[in-house]
């Protein structure tokens, strides 16, 4: 039995889908049976290895030995606050690091606008909650 290349669905409705500047939905149909995961596989680890960016990639906290520290008057413990870091989106321009700190003293909620910010460096969402702080709280 041959099949000829000309019998294989191809996709009729492409549909592009933008939630916000960090999001996207693609839709593809109709498609093969299985070619679904496999087209998927492929695009997404094409995204991945060519999609230029920045990232938090070394966290310091003053008073803090590990992970799996806790600090006083914050309510998150240390690697709920690395989790929540690791959602900041950050852009570098014209430079491959930069070294960025925060410095809040508690009662309130620390965002990423708390970040102070080199003028080489954009913080994109900053309304991004980092941790929250009580009326003792420091970081």
């Given at each position: 039995m041959?099949i000829s290349?000309?019998?294989?669905?191809?996709?009729?409705?492409?549909?592009v889908?933008?939630?916000?500047n960090c999001h996207?939905?693609?839709?593809?149909?109709?498609l093969?049976?299985?070619?679904?995961?496999?087209?998927?596989n492929?695009?997404?680890?094409?995204?991945?290895?060519?999609m230029?960016?920045?990232?938090?990639?070394?966290?310091?906290i003053?008073?803090?030995v590990?992970?799996?520290?806790?600090?006083?008057?914050?309510?998150?413990?240390v690697?709920?606050?690395?989790?929540n870091?690791?959602?900041l989106a950050?852009v570098?321009?014209?430079?491959?690091e930069?070294?960025?700190?925060?410095?809040?003293?508690?009662?309130?909620?620390?965002t990423?606008?708390?970040?102070?910010?080199d003028h080489?460096?954009?913080?994109?969402?900053?309304d991004?909650v980092?941790?929250?702080?009580?009326?003792?709280?420091?970081l």
């Amino acid at each position: 039995m041959q099949i000829s290349l000309s019998d294989f669905l191809t996709p009729q409705v492409i549909q592009v889908d933008e939630y916000d500047n960090c999001h996207s939905k693609v839709v593809l149909e109709p498609l093969e049976r299985g070619f679904g995961h496999t087209l998927g596989n492929a695009l997404r680890r094409i995204l991945l290895s060519s999609m230029p960016g920045s990232a938090i990639e070394e966290v310091e906290i003053d008073g803090v030995v590990h992970e799996y520290s806790t600090i006083e008057g914050v309510g998150e413990d240390v690697i709920e606050i690395l989790l929540n870091l690791k959602g900041l989106a950050v852009v570098l321009n014209e430079r491959d690091e930069a070294i960025l700190s925060i410095s809040k003293n508690g009662p309130g909620v620390v965002t990423a606008a708390d970040i102070q910010e080199d003028h080489d460096v954009d913080i994109i969402n900053p309304d991004h909650v980092i941790a929250n702080l009580n009326s003792n709280g420091e970081l």
